[in-house]
């Protein structure tokens, strides 16, 4: 059974970068096939994609946090990385790491995910 | 940017059939996926590909996809199913993404 665990701050100050790392067990990053990946959920809104990367490096990124968002990959600790530069307020939200796959078509989904963490953004 | 909306709301009795729709722009040509999520706990898929159920998932969830509208059906409904459901996409346009509908909150009366 895989799991997901996040892991961070909870507490960034405006206009710093906010850094999550997401540990992964039960299943390996490096087998392939999948696309490791960050959401975000602001305080009783919606879900929002962030953006996610595959074991070989390769990213893709929500075309309006691109600008700020970093995703990365470390295949010997089993885990894969976020950091979102310049927060504010806005930013505050629930973070969850998920894993997406996807079939015979390209388009992805999201089967495993972490139980997220509050990140709150304040001086 | 594709758009999905969803209804804010949706109410039903129990063991009625609940109906939950996500319109996009030609939808029926794309795969939706579905998620249900309650109170202070992570999302979880319920369908995929328009109509695929995860092991696990009751067969009372099901999905369909046609035209400008997807829906999850959820049928015999039981008020452990009270939760926010999200549909999801892939947009491959020329900068292809992720996107989520606005979610809707089932309410079981």
């Known amino acids: 059974q895989v799991q997901l665990q996040e892991s961070g701050p909870g507490l960034v100050k405006p206009s710093q970068t906010l850094s999550l790392t997401c540990t992964v067990s039960g299943g390996s990053i490096s087998s392939g096939g999948y696309y490791w990946s960050w959401i975000r959920q602001h305080p009783g809104k919606g879900l929002e994609w962030i953006g996610y990367i595959y074991y070989s490096g390769s990213t893709y990124y929500n075309p309006s946090l691109k600008s700020r968002v970093t995703i990365s990959v470390d295949t010997s600790k089993n885990q894969f990385s976020l950091k979102l530069s310049s927060v504010t307020a806005a930013d505050t939200a629930v973070y969850y790491c998920?894993?997406?796959?996807?079939?015979?078509?390209?388009?992805?989904?999201?089967?495993?995910w972490g139980q997220g963490t509050l990140v709150t953004v304040s001086s | 940017s594709y758009v999905l909306t969803q209804p804010p709301s949706v109410s039903v009795a129990p063991g009625k059939t609940a109906r939950i729709t996500c319109g996009g722009n030609?939808?029926?040509?794309?795969?939706v996926h579905w998620y249900q999520q309650k109170p202070g706990q992570a999302p979880v898929l319920v369908i995929y590909?328009?109509?695929d159920r995860p092991s696990g998932i009751p067969e009372r969830f099901s999905g369909s996809n046609s035209g400008n509208t997807a829906t999850l059906t959820i049928s015999r409904v039981e008020a452990g199913d009270e939760a926010d459901y999200y549909c999801?996409?892939?947009?491959?346009?020329?900068?292809?993404?992720?996107?989520f509908g606005g979610g809707t909150k089932l309410t079981v009366l």
């Open positions: 999801q996409v892939w947009d491959s346009s020329s900068d292809p993404h992720v996107v």
């Open positions: 030609n939808i029926g040509s794309k795969s």
């Open positions: 998920a894993r997406a796959r996807e079939g015979a078509t390209p388009s992805p989904y999201f089967d495993y």
């Open positions: 590909y328009d109509s």
